[in-house]
């Protein structure tokens, strides 16, 4: 479990927001917008995204979770990596 959760550096850059724009989430997600459009077309994207008139969105709850299931998964990968002594 990761010691900071990652909602806390998030609302810390994006503010009280609860709903990240498609250009903050791909940026929280450390994704070129380029990039983000392409995994939201094949149905992809990280997190769930909604539809506002012609914006979408990610809520910024699912964003910060994505980001420290992953940050899990790197830590256990690089603990089972490790040499044990």
């Given amino acids: 479990m990761s010691m900071v959760s990652?909602?806390?550096?998030?609302?810390?850059?994006?503010?009280?927001?609860?709903l990240l724009d498609?250009?903050?989430a791909c940026e929280a997600l450390a994704l070129t917008k380029s990039w983000g459009y392409k995994l939201s077309s094949a149905g992809t994207f990280?997190?769930?995204?909604?539809?506002?008139?012609?914006?979408?969105?990610?809520?910024?709850?699912?964003v910060a979770s994505h980001l420290d299931t992953e940050?899990?998964?790197a830590e256990a990968e690089f603990r089972r990596s490790r040499p044990s002594h």
Wanted: glycine share 8%; aromatic share 12%.
């Fill in 22 to 24: 498609f250009d903050q």
């Fill in 71 to 73: 940050r899990d998964k």
């Fill in 46 to 62: 990280p997190v769930p995204l909604r539809k506002v008139g012609n914006k979408m969105y990610a809520d910024i709850r699912d």
């Fill in 6 to 18: 990652a909602l806390y550096l998030l609302v810390g850059r994006f503010g009280n927001a609860t």
